[in-house]
């Protein structure tokens, strides 16, 4: 079956703008998680969805990350007024199980690596 | 910072050599997995080992864990050039995410 998969795989934006990242998760998966990851660095998890229901979004960088997910399926990650410090790979992941005692395999997408100039 | 580590940053072998690649962990976990990722893009899952198992193998990988230790090692037997990549281990973290440490980059000569 298809994977995850995320859209664009490469942004190039003008400091200030808004981007929009896409996640579509493996179908059925209901959590779904994005990470970042900053050049020769580890993954920086940023938020966690159960279906359409983010319980916490302390892990944002700043108020200008925002996400959404409908349907318990599509994700967008938006990114207002970006920074140069925003450059970065941004993943996507999926898992067919809520979190709970055992945490589960993590199914990820190829990325989106944003670069602001 | 709950970040585990990996151990060592780099490694350089040479084909059919053995690789070997540590992780540490900070919190009690029930789990324990390991990553591989290719040129800076998505991580695909190696093996799962759970906290009450000590090793466990899969293909030419062999994971242990020492909880007590709170660490565990990753070991690429026979090792291709293939295997380039860069490898991290993920633990639980509070909301179900992974936590990664800053991984561990193999180059594997021909």
């Known amino acids: 079956g298809a994977g995850v998969s995320q859209s664009p795989s490469n942004k190039v934006t003008e400091k200030g703008k808004d981007v929009e990242l896409r996640c579509d998760p493996i179908?059925?998966?209901?959590?779904l998680y994005w990470y970042r990851q900053s050049l020769g660095q580890g993954l920086e998890f940023l938020i966690y969805?159960?279906?359409?229901?983010?319980?916490?979004k302390s892990g944002l960088p700043s108020d200008r990350f925002s996400a959404e997910r409908t349907g318990g399926s599509v994700s967008t990650l938006t990114i207002q007024r970006t920074q140069q410090e925003d450059s970065a790979v941004y993943l996507c992941a999926s898992s067919p199980r809520p979190s709970g005692r055992e945490f589960n395999e993590q199914y990820f997408g190829p990325g989106t690596r944003l670069t602001v100039t | 910072s709950q970040q585990g580590e990996e151990d060592p940053q780099a490694l350089s072998i040479q084909e059919g050599e053995n690789a070997t690649m540590n992780c540490s962990y900070k919190?009690?976990?029930?789990?324990l997995q390991w990553y591989r990722q290719n040129s800076g893009r998505g991580l695909v899952h190696l093996i799962l080992i759970r906290s009450n198992e000590r090793e466990k193998h899969s293909g030419r990988l062999r994971v242990t864990l020492d909880t007590s230790k709170k660490s565990s090692s990753l070991l690429i037997t026979a090792s291709r050039a293939a295997d380039t990549a860069s490898y991290f281990c993920?633990?639980?973290?509070?909301?179900?995410?992974?936590?990664f440490g800053k991984g561990t980059k193999l180059s594997v000569k021909p």
């Open positions: 919190t009690s976990i029930n789990n």
């Open positions: 179908s059925g998966h209901t959590a």
């Open positions: 993920g633990y639980g973290g509070s909301q179900g995410n992974l936590i």
């Open positions: 969805f159960q279906g359409n229901s983010a319980p916490d």
